[in-house]
């Protein structure tokens, strides 16, 4: 199907069917219709729906119902309103499981029938800094490796990656060619896997280099994961800063509890000063 440029009418051999009877909310109703007809008709990304008006005529509802059930769908991430423009079908973003799992992105992506290719932009011995020293544990200035990627999704760039890695373990790898390779694959065939790590993901606006390189907009909304990832010896093997999509991306956190262990979620607040942070930390016992 073409894309489409004139708003899509919702199928009307298909009764509106909105009973102000029931139970069920109309908002969520009308939320499912929009979802069934989207469905029923085959749309896809990018084909433009109906505007408020005319789902306001069509259902002979409410304009507060029909802003209800469409910020469902926004918030689930089927629709995508553009402000002057109207309503549509929202690209599907991923689910990744990156941030409580020790899987790669291309680990991630395969699992689910997609593909991954990188384009490496810098693949190189450098000093590290302060930040990657510390990461790293070794000493400021010490070589290390880094590797720097552009990763594609089945052919849309999805992220900007940025790995270190501690000199010896770098050189392993050093001149593969990284293009269509896990390197989580690569460190492997080598005997270096990682056994535990600690994961971070936050917010952030996308620079002007960081929009030209995703191609999104200056300003728009970035996943940025940060990682460092041990091996069996308890040493850092492996620090990552990846900046996702965030139009594209959707972290998921698989949670678990038994009566041997308690899984514990800890909300901190960032951007104060350390003593007030312990004071206002939330810690949830899930």
Not at 33 to 61: K, N, T, W
Not at 214 to 240: C, H, T, W
């Given at each position: ?6 708003a ?90 990156l ?34 020293a ?32 501690p ?5 392993l ?19 270096v ?19 030209a ?25 492996e ?48």
């Amino acid at each position: 199907m073409t894309k489409q440029t004139h708003a899509t009418n919702l199928d009307p051999h298909n009764p509106p069917g909105i009973d102000r009877q029931a139970a069920t909310p109309m908002y969520h109703q009308l939320k499912n219709r929009i979802l069934d007809d989207i469905a029923s008709q085959g749309l896809r990304a990018g084909d433009i729906l109906p505007g408020e008006h005319r789902l306001c005529e069509q259902f002979q509802v409410s304009r507060t119902v029909v802003r209800q059930a469409l910020a469902q769908l926004e918030y689930q991430g089927v629709i995508e309103r553009v402000k002057g423009k109207g309503t549509f079908v929202a690209r599907q973003k991923v689910p990744e499981s990156l941030v409580h799992t020790l899987t790669g992105l291309y680990e991630e992506v395969a699992a689910r029938g997609g593909h991954v290719r990188s384009e490496v932009r810098r693949q190189e011995i450098i000093e590290a800094d302060d930040d990657v020293a510390d990461s790293l544990a070794v000493p400021p200035r010490s070589p290390v490796v880094v590797i720097e990627r552009l990763r594609y999704v089945d052919e849309e760039p999805w992220s900007w990656t940025t790995t270190y890695l501690p000199h010896d373990i770098g050189l392993l790898v050093l001149q593969e060619d990284l293009r269509d390779q896990s390197l989580y694959a690569l460190l492997a065939n080598h005997g270096v896997r990682a056994v535990r790590g600690v994961r971070s993901a936050e917010a952030a606006s996308a620079d002007r280099a960081q929009a030209a390189l995703l191609k999104v907009g200056i300003g728009r909304a970035l996943l940025v994961l940060r990682s460092i990832s041990y091996d069996e010896n308890e040493q850092p093997m492996e620090y990552f800063i990846a900046h996702h999509r965030g139009d594209r991306s959707r972290f998921e956190f698989q949670l678990s509890a038994s009566s041997a262990t308690q899984s514990t979620a800890a909300l901190r607040h960032t951007g104060i000063p350390a003593a007030e942070a312990a004071a206002t930390t939330d810690e949830y016992n899930l």
